[in-house]
């Protein structure tokens, strides 16, 4: 049968593709669920089966934004431990966190979800490491929340097997046996990896952070991905205690134990990075290891700025993450390009750090970099999927800006006129169609409060 196409025109492009192609306006043509053409000026004639024809007049179309770092959990924790850094906001809510059970964990997904899509995240992803005894299907309920709001997903199935007994930060009653979290995660795998092109759930193996998991963990956590085909997904040198932490029980800073357990490569992407040294950022330019930046729960939490700047010109590959909304309340990724631009500019390089260009790419190919993805989404460019956005620019927050990514990046949240996942319409004048925005959001609130009665009953008994 013959594709079906979408056509959009009139509007301005920004492809993100190897030379940061342009067009002050042009069109782009979806066939199915595959970017068929993009070029300049309107739309070849005479094409056939064209379901939409969309004037974009006013807009600015990108590829969707892709989500390299979450925790979706925290979406029922916002608020909390405001004015602490990393390992003191983690002793405050860990024992709250542990109470958390499959409604509380759905309920929590897909208001994290909502968020993100709404706001042009197409590929979204959960670093998901909590896991207390008789919850339910935590993994199985996060990805279902994905599959409900349309979005492309990448669940890293986390673990923690180092409770307080055992000095790590978790109480013990929240982590697993080491054999109990290396049997799940490979039977996530085996049930929700898909391996296809055009895939819309894949799997990553992920133990939480050097803190809170064994070196066994570590060691064959790493086996487990390599035999399974799939990606690992950590913290890493997020704090200075950590690196400190490190020393002091392994005899060496995070990237060299990392790299002593497996964990550097190119099917590896960390999340934070921010207290990285030359040799650091050069092991993992040699070794093709990512990361994912997270810039408004670095500065949330006080843990400092990332030489972003200095990774990307060693060959890096950095995309974005949102992080838990428990240290970034916001709960969106628009906020990351603007804030990865501006605090990166604090930083050594000044305001030769970051420009707009190279933080829409950080938001959207190099995300793709990071998430093994590159080939299928993060630019648009013919045969890729269509995974689009297509920005509102022309009202009062924007119009006057003369260049449509910098308006994207610098200015207010643009409004989302369209998002596609897949050639497949996720939002449509700024509201959710898969979902129903205002359910969740009574849904999430009720979750919340329920955990924090739950929490409380807890620390009074």
């Known amino acids: 049968m013959a594709a079906s196409r979408i056509v959009i025109e009139n509007c301005a492009i920004a492809t993100v593709d190897a030379h940061d192609t342009e067009y002050a306006s042009g069109h782009v043509v979806v066939a199915d669920n595959r970017i068929e053409s993009v070029g300049a000026g309107p739309a070849p004639a005479g094409l056939e089966r064209v379901v939409r024809r969309i004037d974009g007049t006013g807009h600015l179309i990108t590829p969707g934004l892709v989500n390299t770092h979450h925790h979706f959990y925290q979406w029922i924790t916002r608020g909390l431990a405001t004015d602490h850094n990393l390992f003191d906001?983690?002793?405050?809510?860990?024992?709250?966190?542990a109470r958390i059970d499959e409604p509380m964990v759905r309920a929590a997904a897909r208001g994290s979800l909502a968020m993100m899509a709404r706001g042009g995240v197409t590929t979204a992803m959960d670093h998901h490491y909590v896991y207390p005894r008789g919850t339910g299907d935590l993994s199985g309920a996060i990805i279902g929340a994905a599959a409900e709001t349309g979005v492309r997903f990448t669940l890293a199935r986390g673990s923690m097997d180092r409770g307080i007994s055992d000095g790590g930060l978790p109480p013990d009653f929240a982590v697993e046996?080491?054999?109990g979290a290396l049997a799940a995660t490979e039977a996530t795998i085996d049930r929700h990896h898909d391996t296809a092109f055009d895939a819309m759930t894949q799997i990553a193996v992920a133990p939480c952070?050097?803190?809170?998991?064994?070196?066994?963990?570590?060691?064959?956590?790493?086996?487990l991905a390599r035999r399974k085909g799939v990606r690992l997904h950590t913290h890493g040198s997020e704090t200075m205690e950590e690196e400190q932490f490190c020393k002091e029980l392994f005899g060496m800073g995070p990237t060299d134990y990392?790299?002593?357990?497996?964990?550097l490569g190119s099917d590896v992407w960390m999340a934070h990075c921010v207290h990285m040294n030359d040799s650091d950022i050069a092991a993992f330019a040699r070794t093709g290891t990512g990361v994912a930046h997270c810039p408004s729960s670095n500065a949330r939490l006080a843990a400092g700025i990332a030489r972003v700047s200095d990774m990307l010109a060693a060959g890096v590959p950095v995309g974005l993450g949102v992080d838990g909304t428990a240290?970034?309340?916001?709960?969106?990724?628009?906020?990351?390009?603007?804030?990865?631009l501006l605090i990166n500019r604090l930083g050594a390089r000044s305001e030769s750090a970051l420009n707009a260009r190279q933080a829409l790419r950080l938001g959207t190919y190099g995300g793709a970099q990071v998430l093994g993805r590159a080939d299928q989404i993060g630019s648009i460019e013919a045969?890729?999927?269509?995974?689009?956005?297509?920005?509102?620019?022309?009202?009062?927050a924007h119009a006057s800006i003369a260049d449509p990514v910098v308006a994207l990046v610098l200015g207010a949240a643009a409004p989302v006129t369209l998002s596609l996942v897949n050639g497949v319409s996720v939002v449509e004048d700024n509201r959710l169609t898969m979902?129903?925005?205002d359910a969740i959001a009574r849904e999430t609130q009720s979750e919340a409060?329920?955990?924090?009665?739950?929490?409380?009953?807890?620390?009074?008994g």
């Open 435 to 437: 979902v129903d925005e």
């Open 209 to 223: 952070s050097p803190f809170s998991v064994s070196t066994e963990l570590l060691v064959e956590g790493a086996e």
């Open 177 to 179: 046996s080491l054999d």
């Open 89 to 97: 906001w983690l002793v405050a809510l860990y024992p709250i966190w």
């Open 383 to 396: 045969g890729k999927l269509a995974d689009l956005v297509l920005w509102k620019l022309d009202t009062l």
């Open 258 to 263: 990392f790299e002593s357990t497996g964990w």
């Open 327 to 340: 240290s970034n309340e916001s709960g969106e990724l628009h906020t990351e390009l603007r804030n990865a």
């Open 449 to 460: 409060r329920r955990l924090a009665r739950i929490a409380a009953e807890g620390r009074s």
